[in-house]
Structure formats: C-alpha cells, structure tokens
C-alpha cells in the first residue's frame, strides 16, 4: 500500500484536475475507448462502462477557474454551476470528450443540453431523462430507453456492442465501488476523527475522474487504513449536510464547517456516486432491467427525485437518526430552485421530528467562509449546551 | 367608422369577460354543485380530459398571475418566504402558496375550492413538481396524479415517448380521475371535445399569423396573452371557445378590412414603427405600465415564444379526434418549454422572418429558470442568423421587487433608437443599390 497521504493528496489533485488528465491519459491508451462527460447528479455509470467508455463526472469549476467568459453566458440569478462548465466548454478542458449526458435535474442542466448542442460540443449531447413514473412496465420502460439511447451514442462513435456479460461486469464494480464507499461513511460514522469531511469528499470527487477499478483500489486502501485508530477525537457535534448537491461546495465550507466544531457524518455531496442503495443484482440475463430496478427501488432522496409517497423529509429525519446525528445543516446552492423549493419541508420534518437545523446557501466559488463558521460554531455550542 | 369598430372589439372582449366571470363562479360553487376540482398546470394541461370528466380545472399560474395584475403578489410572496422559501426561487410558486395561506381567494374575490384531485403534468418545467410536492403537503391525503412528459431531446417526439404517455393516461391518470370523478372515462365525448379544440386551434392560428400582415392587425404579445390566449386554456374543447375563437377571427378580419393597428389599452395604435419577436414570459405586477412604453413607441409584437407554453399550433399541431390519448401525449410534449434549444432558436429565427420583424427582444425573469437560462445564448443565436438588432430587458413576473421601471423604459428607448438607425441606414442602403 502507498503511504496513506500520498493516496489523499493523489486524489485531491485528481479531484480537481479540471482537465481531467487522468481520463484523457486512460482514453489515449486504445482506440476504440471513449470519454464520456455527466453533469451532476446521476448516471447509470454501468452502460458506458460496459461500453468501453469512461463516463467521467463534471461537477463544474468551483472556485479553480476564473470565470470570464462563462458570465455572458448566464444571467446574474442563475446558479453559478453552469458558467463554470460553458467554460470549460469554450476553453480546452472539455476537449477529447466524445460526448455529454445531461441528467434530467433541473431546468438549467436541461437547457445547458440545449447549449452544447448549439455549440456542438462533443459527438454527442444527450439530455438523460429520469421517468417520475415508478411503475416498472411504465416508467421502468422508459428508463431502459433511456439508457438504450445512450449506448447507441457509444456504439456509433466505437462500434462496440453492450452484452450481458460485459453489463453484469460493470456492475458488479460499480457495486463494489458503492460498497466501499458505504464502508468509509460506516466507519467515519463511529471514528468520525480517522477520516475528515474535506479528505472524504476528495476521494469520492477522485473517483469520478478516473476507472472506477482504480478508484475502487482507492477505496480498499482507504478503508484499510481507516479501520485503524488515526487523528483524536474531539469534543464535536455530529452534522448531517444536505443541499441535493449538483452545484458543488467550496472545500472552504466544508472546512469551515468541521472547524466550528462539526463532525459531518453524513452530507449529500457527492451524491451521484452514492445514488444507488445497496447492490444491483449482477448476475442476471438482464442486466438492463437489473439497472432499472435499482434506479426505480433503491434510489436515495433527492430534490431532481418526485417523492410523493416516500416523502424526503422523512427520509432525511432517518438518515440523521441512523447516523446518530445531533443535528442538519442545509447547505443549498443560491438561485438552486430544486433544492430551495424542498427546503422548507424538509425543515418542518426536522422541526416535527425534534431535530436542530440551520441553512446557509453558498455559490461554488464563494470565497468568505467567515459567517458560515460562526453560525455553525454557534450552533455546534448551542447543541452542546444541550445535550 | 369609429363606432362599429368600438363594438367590434368589445364583442370578443365581453364574451371572455363572462366566461372568465363563469368559470370563477362555477369555482366558487363547485362544492355545492358536486363538482370535482383539479389543481394543474397550463403548458401540456389535460383540459379536455378534465372536462370530459365533468371536473373543472384550476391552473395555480394563473391565480398567481392575475394576483400579480391585482397587486397582491408581493404580501404572498412575502409570506411564503416567512415560511422559509428563499428569495431566490420561482415567485409564481410563493405567489401561489401564499395565496392559499391567505385563504385561496381566486381573482373575482370568491374562494377558490380546495383541490379533489392534484394533476402533476410538468410539461418542460421542474419547479412544477416542486410546486406540486409542496401543494401535495398543503392538501395532505388530496390524491396525486403524476404525469411525465418526456423531454424533446432530440427536438423530436417519438413513437416509444407517446407510447410511455398514453400508458400514463391509462393506467395512472384516467384511473385516478375516474375514481375523483365517480364518472367512466368517455373516449366518444373526448374525441368530440376534440374536434371543437382542432376547430379552435385553426382559428387561434389565422388570428396569430394575421400578425404577418404589415401593419399588423394584432399585438402577438400583450394583446396574446391578455385576451387572445387566456380562453384557451380552460376551454379548449368547449363549444364556447370555438364561439369565442370565431368571434374574435371575424373581428380581425374586420381590422384587417379596415385597415387598422392592434388594440392597446388606449385605443388602437396609429402607426406601426417596430415590429419585433419576443422571447420570454411578461411582467404581470405592472403589465399596463409595461405594455404602454412599447405602444407609445410605435411598437408592436408581432409574434413571441411565451404564448406557445399553452401549445405551438402555428407549427402544425391539432388535437386529433381519432386519438384522443395520442394527440394528448403529442401536445404535452410539443409545448413551446418542452421544445429543445436549438428548436427554440428555430422556431425563433423562423418568427424573425416570416413575420418581417425589426428586431428580437427579451424579457428575462429572474425567477424563472425554465426560461431564463439559455436565453442569452438564443439572443445571440438570433442575432446570427438573422441580422436584426436584439435587445435584453428583465425583470419578474409577479414580484414587484424586480420590476424597475426607469431601468426597463431606458434600455427600451436606447434599442428603439438603435432600430430606428439601422432603418435610415437600410433605407440609405436601399436606394443607393
Ligand atoms: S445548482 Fe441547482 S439550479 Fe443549478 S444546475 Fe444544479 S440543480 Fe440546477
Ligand atoms: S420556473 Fe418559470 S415556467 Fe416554471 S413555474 Fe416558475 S415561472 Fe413557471
């Protein structure tokens, strides 16, 4: 095994490595590999695995890429997420991507498909559309067209057809990828000292940089090294993060947050790589219906996720209980409809459900961490005057 | 000649009047009468379907509009944000849960009834299912009946998109509709309904290309969406709208005889200076305000996008009688915010053209992303392809906060002075080729 700090400071170079070398490095290497780039929040990375494909996460520019052209792009009171990527776009980081998937989240994501589109960026553009009807035969069809569409963008670039076996392949690595990461929050969740927020999220933000049978290496040693006694604990309270991350925090807030005095034993940051709970059947002679049945069953909440019927709220308030959480932090991008419109229900359920919470609403380039780090400091005393 | 022409336009104009006056009341007595109610949505509703049940529609965006005409949409917004609701989000969706906070008093002052059935159809916007998940927690137990519209990704609509709506219909809307309603889904009464929607959809479209005319007849925009295509939604299907649509066909015909501009509140407009394509919703809280800096200019719309969220009939589409479920899936899918951004931008460069426009224009609402994010790519776009001068106002729907008045006139008399030279300069152009 590697010295444990290289493998972080590896991963959070990879992380933010917004020319995303390793991918291109890894394309370079055969011909009829391709790179393909998804927008926040979730594919099913599966289908372009087993494609010969890379699908490789763009969670935007954060506060690593100055904006300039990005800005005439968009108005002042959309969400920042989508300038950074146009930038990316117009400048060279997205070259040598064979295609785009833009998953059905929000209005902006739909309406950047249509702008890259425009702009030809990529072979191809595809807006991926999640069913919000849950019914297998019917929206569990849809899900498979869905994601038959996709692998046809693959094969018309490479030729390579999906099969069984390559499909069952891809998940079973993926699910291993799930796992372990599931493994890292389980022990983070007893020994929240021996892994901090910030080194969590460069390792799973690595993750989607590279082949997830690298990553999934990581992890192994990641775990490895944390199921052994590292760091001290401290006198924090413990914090459920949620803000249905697409737009991503900048690593200042999730600092600021530990520092005041908070262990986050659970966020949403990284949620896409988190989407499905539990394992997906591998073994099946129909992997696609595998694929879809996770999606339909065992998807987390989210705000891009219609919920009627298994309301968030609620399922918030459980994952606080099953964490032993003192408390929520709502953390959602600005002018974020999606994730504001949910905000205050989810608060209420809080509120019912006897749980303290504060919000704060970021831009992924924000510089000032100095309030957010009072409020959560404040917060942080005030529930251990509590408890 | 002033006379005829008085009555003329009143004719359509009070026959809206007290349709409108109708539909709130039959709202208003809907319990008494035993009438079921649905709560849903303008872009790709279900109004026929609904009708054909017997049920009557509530469409929350236009309660929050006209709150915003009627100057109470910024309490309601500020009372939904007590609530919590950051003031960042979609004020047509604070306006609207403010509204019933304060006890859902429609637009005539008669309260509105509570929702029997909630008809979640998002047609190509996502705060819809947000609005829709925060009314399902005002009307707990109301209830829900979901149906997606696929995305025209691929600017198209395919066969295996219709087939994954008309399921919808089937197994989850209709069932659920016919146990609101107590009444057996009636495929003959909806197809019937749909050939009075086919009838009125042509003569919506003669009355909407009239506008190719130069002069135009019509203002495609202000006059659009204040007493051209409010009717349509709650009626389409109803011998009443066909009555109405043909009323106000023969009354633009009658213009066109005549020879006369568009109505503006003020009388009709004398000469037309600028013919322009707008893109973008309206501002509700100051509409007339807003309407008069266009019409004391000399200018007119001659076609815009926000009037096809309700369905894009001038490119093509009717309702069609033979099926009824299919035509239903089509139109979700075909509205103008379901329509992919290189669509718009041809739909758009199309409009620039075929209507002879000076000049594209949009207004930008800040609280609507489903329209507004895109838009200064599409401006350039249009700029682009088809040489005319384009300009950018913003401001808000129903938030009044967002509406600047001095800000938004300047900004129009600086880009109708830059349309104004660029005619000399045409015209100098013109003579000396
Ligand atoms: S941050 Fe929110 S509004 Fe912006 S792209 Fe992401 S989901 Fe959409
Ligand atoms: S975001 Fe725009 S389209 Fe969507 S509900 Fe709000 S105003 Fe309507």
Redesign the interface.
Known sequence: MKHFDDILSYCEKAAFDLNFTLAKNWKKEKQDRVLVGYLPIYVPREIIHAANGLPVGIMGAGDRKQIIKGD????S??CHL?RGIIEMALDTNLNDFDGFLFP?????I??????F??SRKGKFQ??F?Y???F?P???G??YS?EMEKVMDDIYRINGIKVTNEKLNYAIKLYNRNRKLIEEIYRIRQEFPWRLSAVETYHILRAGITMPVEEHNEILSQVVEAISEERGEPMDNIRVVVTGSFCEQPPIGLIKSIEMAGCYIVDDDFMQGSRWILGDIQDDTNEPLKALTDAYINQSTFA??Y???GNPKGKRLVELVRSRNGDGVIFC?A?????A??????M??ECDEAGIPHINF?FHENTGQFKVIKEQAGTFSDSIKLWV | MAQPKEVIKEKSMVLQKEMLAKQFHDLSTAKESGKKVVYTFVPGNLTELILSFDMLPVYPEINALQSGMRKKSASYIKDAEK????E???TY?KCDIGMMLNGNIGPTGEKLPDPDLLLLS?TG???F???F??L??LYPGVP?A?L?T??Q?DGQITD?QVQ?MV??LK??VIPKMEQVSGKKYNHDRLSKMMENSARSEDLLVNVLESAKRVPTPIDAYFAGVYYIGPIFTAFRGTEEAVEYYSELWNEVQQRIQLGLGPITPEGELKEEKFRLVMEGPPNWTNFREFWKIFYDMGAVIVASSYTKVGGVYDLGFRHEPDKPLESLSKYCMGCYTNM???Q??GMLEQYVKEYKADGFLIN?I??C??F??????IMR?IEQRTGVPVGFI?SDLVDPRYFSYANIKNRLESYFQMLEQRKIILAQEGTTV
């Open positions: 005439a792009y968009y108005q009171y959309i989508p059905a989240i929000c209005d902006c739909r309406n950047l498909s249509g702008m589109k425009l595809r807006y559309d069913p919000q009807n019914d035969a019917i929206g069809a849809f067209q705000s891009a219609y919920d009627v959602a600005s002018f974020c409809d999606p504001l419109l949910d905000r205050p229900m608060q209420k609403q | 609530m919590g609701f950051s960042d989000v979609c969706v998002y916007c996502f705060t299912m947000k609005w998940e925060n399902e927690r829900v979901m997606h696929p995305y990704e295996d994954y399921k919808q197994e989850e992919n951004l290189p718009r931008v930008s800040k609280s992303n489903s507004s994010a895109g838009q200064l790519m776009e913003e």
